[in-house]
Structures are given as structure tokens and as C-alpha cells.
């Protein structure tokens, strides 16, 4: 089945050692996302791939870096986490082509900071 | 920046119950999705609304959307255990490949 695969699910770092979440999907979709999520709290957006155009928002912190080799993959670096950074991050795709199902998400990674 | 208020934040209902959960926008909304999270886990689609006065089934999952398009509504018809886990509503942030904006969601318990 086609779908988005993170890796790990589970990720546990210390504080200030620089970390790399992966995302990985088959769906061919040309947009890519990273949202990050807090307990209890709504998903947000930190920046997303448009082909190889990158969209950061507004607010994301310059903490916070993506990569996107190829169509398939996209990576999120945290350079230097903070305690404030342990949260769930989704990865999530999306085709301009989808008439319905808005994005597709992975399921998650949930990173904890040490 | 649109934002999306979702209630109640918590629900505990018993196995058999109907429930409604609402969302509502500070302004007008043009997709309207909602999404279903299990604890710890990705998002999975459920249902997206566009038109004002939409409605759509799935299964025991009905949702629609109101005729000013600022507020939408999931209702659970003899809510079963499988249903417990958090439903989100996304809205568009700006059409085009810009993502969606989320509410905070709602926690929903079945109990037996």
C-alpha cells in the first residue's frame, strides 16, 4: 500500500545534540509537510516542500531545518534541542491532484529531549 | 491567522451513546476537514466539507458543515470503543499547497 513512513517512531536525545527525523512516502505527492504537536495541543505547522521549494513559516524557530533530496524523502533537523522541543512530529503529503483527502499523514515520531 | 475552536475538549461517553463534537472558525471556511488521531499515533482522514449546508456519513460518523461556512459539526451514532481517540478539524490555510490549520481536537473515551 502507498502511504508515509517516519522513522523512528520513538527518538530520544539530549539536550543540545542535534537530531534528524526522517520521512519517507510512495505516494509520489509533490508537497510535503512537517507539523509539530504537543501534548494536548493542536498540530502545527513548521514549514513544508513544494517540489523543491521550500515554505517556512512564519514562526517557526531558525532551530528547526528541513531537507528534501529527492521526491520521496524529506528530513527535519532540530540543530540544537531544547527541552521545549519534545513534542510529536508529523509527517504529512499531499498532491495538488487530491480532490478529497487533504493530506495524508505519517505516524509520527515522538521525540523526547533529556 | 484563522483559528479553530473545538468542543468540548473532552468527552466521556458510554458505549451506545450518540455525541457531537463541534469546531468552529474565527472566519470563513472554505475545506473543512476532520481528521481522527488513536494516542500517540498519525492522523487519519475521515471527511472533508467544502459547500455550506454539506453533509456527509461514513459508517456511524456524520458531519456537517453550516450554511455560513464558519462552523462544522461530527456526530457519533451508537458510539462503540473503536471510535475513542482524538478527532481533529483542519481548515485551509490559504488553499493552494499551503497545509491545513488545526484545532486542538477532541478527546473522546468510550466507556463499556
Known amino acids: 500500500d502507498a502511504m508515509v513512513i517516519q522513522n523512528p517512531r520513538y527518538q530520544v536525545t539530549q539536550f543540545g545534540k542535534p537530531v534528524t527525523l526522517s520521512c519517507s512516502q510512495t505516494?509520489?505527492?509533490?508537497?510535503m509537510y512537517w507539523y509539530q504537536q504537543k501534548s494536548s495541543q493542536a498540530p502545527k505547522l513548521l514549514f513544508h516542500?513544494?517540489?523543491?521549494?521550500?515554505?517556512n513559516e512564519a514562526d517557526t524557530p531558525d532551530n528547526f531545518q528541513s531537507r528534501r533530496p529527492n521526491t520521496s524523502f524529506c528530513f527535519l533537523d532540530i540543530r540544537s534541542p531544547g527541552l521545549g522541543d519534545a513534542a510529536m512530529y508529523l509527517c504529512?503529503?499531499?498532491?495538488?491532484?487530491?480532490?478529497?483527502?487533504?493530506?495524508?499523514f505519517g505516524s509520527g515520531t515522538q521525540l523526547s529531549v533529556l | 491567522s484563522q483559528e479553530l475552536e473545538q468542543s468540548p475538549q473532552s468527552l466521556i461517553v458510554q458505549e451506545g451513546k450518540n455525541l457531537t463534537i463541534n469546531c468552529t472558525s474565527s472566519?470563513?471556511?472554505?475545506?473543512l476537514y476532520w481528521y481522527k488521531q488513536k494516542y500517540g499515533e498519525g492522523l487519519i482522514f475521515l471527511m472533508m466539507?467544502?459547500?455550506?449546508?454539506e453533509e456527509k456519513s461514513h459508517e456511524k460518523i456524520t458531519a456537517k458543515l453550516d450554511e455560513k461556512k464558519q462552523q462544522s459539526s461530527l456526530h457519533i451514532t451508537a458510539s462503540q470503543p473503536s471510535h475513542a481517540g482524538i478527532y481533529l478539524c483542519?481548515?485551509?490555510?490559504?488553499?493552494?499547497?499551503?497545509?491545513?490549520?488545526f484545532g486542538k481536537g477532541t478527546h473522546l473515551i468510550i466507556q463499556p
Open positions: 483542519g481548515a485551509d490555510k490559504g488553499g493552494g499547497a499551503d497545509g491545513l490549520t
Open positions: 505516494l509520489n505527492h509533490n508537497v
Open positions: 472566519k470563513t471556511l472554505y475545506g
Open positions: 516542500y513544494y517540489d523543491k521549494d521550500f515554505n
Open positions: 504529512a503529503t499531499s498532491s495538488q491532484m487530491a480532490t478529497n483527502e487533504k493530506l495524508f
Open positions: 466539507l467544502q459547500k455550506g449546508g
